[in-house]
T-cell receptor, first 111, second 111 residues
Framework: EAAVTQSPRSKVAVTGGKVTLSCHQT?????MYWYRQDTGHGLRLIHYSYVADSTEKGDIPDGYKASRPSQENFSLILELASLSQTAVYFC??????????FGPGTRLTVL | GQQVQQSPPASLVLQEGENAELQCTYSTTLNSMQWFYQRPGGRLVSLLYSPSWAEQRGGRLTSSAASNESRSSLHISSSQITDSGTYLC???????????FGQGTSLSVVP
């Protein structure tokens, strides 16, 4: 099974501050994804990437940027964190048959 | 937009040993689908993944779907207390395998 790790596992940020969430995968998967999970909304796709140095917008990209500096690493960047971005963030990578594997999640609280 | 409806819609309580059937209905024809398990605050663990036409089995779990129906089911046999948690279904509907998630069903298995 694909190994996907995330850091930090939890973070408290102040409104207006910059937050960077990191994701690392070790199985040479081409596709990587960032989702957020909120009570009542399930999981929603923020950004994804299918190759290094390229990112694509998902369903809810506003307020987020993404960076894919290498095949293994995919970051989610909140330039100006807001209260509404308090959520749990999950990174995932895609295997050969479109099956996705998820990291442990990062719990972000914006105060 | 694309939607996924899960049933039971919110929660299900079973006595240990009972069987359960969780269902997902989709707003479009099935492509591939994936079932996940999540403990509170935990990562999404992939239970079963299958193309739309294939039944998948894994221990006490069976997923089934039909390529001509917008519906899939997850069967849990002989439920155990450790099966308690949230079950989410998701389907992939595009060339980049974007997953669209249901809201999840919270399962509680009691003695």
């Amino acid at each position: 099974e694909a190994a996907v790790t995330q850091s930090p596992r939890s973070k408290v940020a102040v409104t207006g501050g910059k937050v960077t969430l990191s994701c690392h995968q070790t199985n040479n998967h081409d596709y990587m994804y960032w989702y957020r999970q909120d009570t009542g909304h399930g999981l929603r796709l923020i950004h994804y990437s299918y190759v290094a140095d390229s990112t694509e917008k998902g369903d809810i990209p506003d307020g987020y940027k993404a960076s894919r500096p290498s095949q293994e690493n995919f970051s989610l960047i909140l330039e100006l964190a807001s209260l509404s971005q308090t959520a749990v963030y999950f990174c995932a990578s895609r295997g050969v048959y479109a099956e996705q594997f998820f990291g442990p999640g990062t719990r972000l609280t914006v105060l | 937009g694309q939607q996924v409806q899960q049933s039971p819609p919110a929660s299900l309580v079973l006595q240990e040993g009972e069987n359960a059937e969780l269902q997902c209905t989709y707003s479009t024809t099935l492509n591939s689908m994936q079932w996940f398990y999540q403990r509170p605050g935990g990562r999404l663990v992939s239970l079963l993944y299958s193309p739309s036409w294939a039944e998948q089995r894994g221990g006490r779990l069976t997923s089934s779907a039909a390529s001509n129906e917008s519906r899939s089911s997850l069967h849990i046999s002989s439920s155990q207390i450790t099966d308690s948690g949230t079950y989410l279904c998701a389907y992939a509907s595009s060339s980049f395998s974007k997953l669209v998630f249901g809201q999840g069903t919270s399962l509680s298995v009691v003695p």
